[in-house]
């Protein structure tokens, strides 16, 4: 969010969204009074605001107080698909859905409340087929929307104002998707690959740089991937030794950021100014981290 981090966390009729400052104290604990099955949390200039599907809708509202939101915004013709993940940190929010006759659309707005008011938009995308399948991710000052065809995946990188050509990631169908974070020119995915997890860092424009074997993560781990700064991306999962998180840059060094060996579960990852926000069920950390 503009000064600090947010999370939700509980299921249905018990759900919560907390916020913190940038050194991780919790400043607030609202219950969020919304039954859909899937609700985002994005930070936004006027703080948090809550994302859900409405049958054919997108829903878009501030969290105004505890057990309050404001009145929601509508999004979308017959939304088909919301997409995995949402696009939140220092610059912008955003969060995606697949829509009728082969569209991808994402709606965005600024985070930071130093900067002018820019009224929330939705951008277009027109895929090739229908998507089986849509992702979001924030790729520093621009946002990556992601989608399956058949056994094809794409993504493309987006301003405010336009999306690059598509790019076709390397993935097949002996490929599993478990992750993906961007920076503002390449992509890190996490995929699994006959029983073996691999990360692949991929250049904006679809050219694979390499891929490496993950022989510390659990075989069946899931990711948490975000891009962190404008060089680096931080990677999530769990290992036979608790869980950790782990610094990647465009050589395939990598360096540990974080490690619980207590953990059991993959930790949430966000970051923004300098800080990479680390959230467990019942703990949270706030590490400081080079961009």
Known sequence: MANGFGLIEGTGTDRHVLGFDD??????RHAVPLTAPDVRVVGSRVGPVVGWRNKAKLELAQLTGDGEVGAPEKWGKA????????????????????????QIWFVYGPTGK???????????LEATAKPSWCGIASAHKEIVLMWREGSRTF??????????????????????????????DACLLAVRKEGSNLLAWVRRGGNLV???????????????????????????????????V??????????????????????????????LFVAQREEQSVIALPR
């Not at 050194?23 to 607030?28: A, C, E, R």
């Open 114 to 124: 130093a900067r002018a008011f820019t009224p929330v938009r939705a951008a277009e």
């Open 210 to 244: 390499w891929t490496k074997p993950l022989a510390d993560a659990a075989p069946d781990t899931t990711f948490s991937i975000v891009g962190a700064g404008d060089r680096a991306i931080a990677v999530g999962y769990l290992t036979n030794t608790g869980a950790t």
């Open 79 to 102: 939304v088909q698909l919301q997409c995995d993940g949402v696009a939140t940190n220092e610059h912008q929010f955003g969060l995606g859905w697949a829509d009728k006759d082969q």
């Open 23 to 28: 050194d991780g104290t919790l400043q607030f």
């Open 246 to 275: 782990q610094r990647v840059i465009a050589s395939g060094s990598m360096q540990r950021a974080w490690h619980d060996p207590s953990a059991h579960e993959v930790p949430s990852l966000a970051w923004a100014r300098d800080r």
């Open 155 to 184: 993504a493309t990188f987006c301003t405010s104002k336009e999306c690059d050509m598509f790019m076709r990631l390397p993935l097949d169908k002996r490929h599993t998707l478990l992750g993906v974070g961007c920076t503002q």
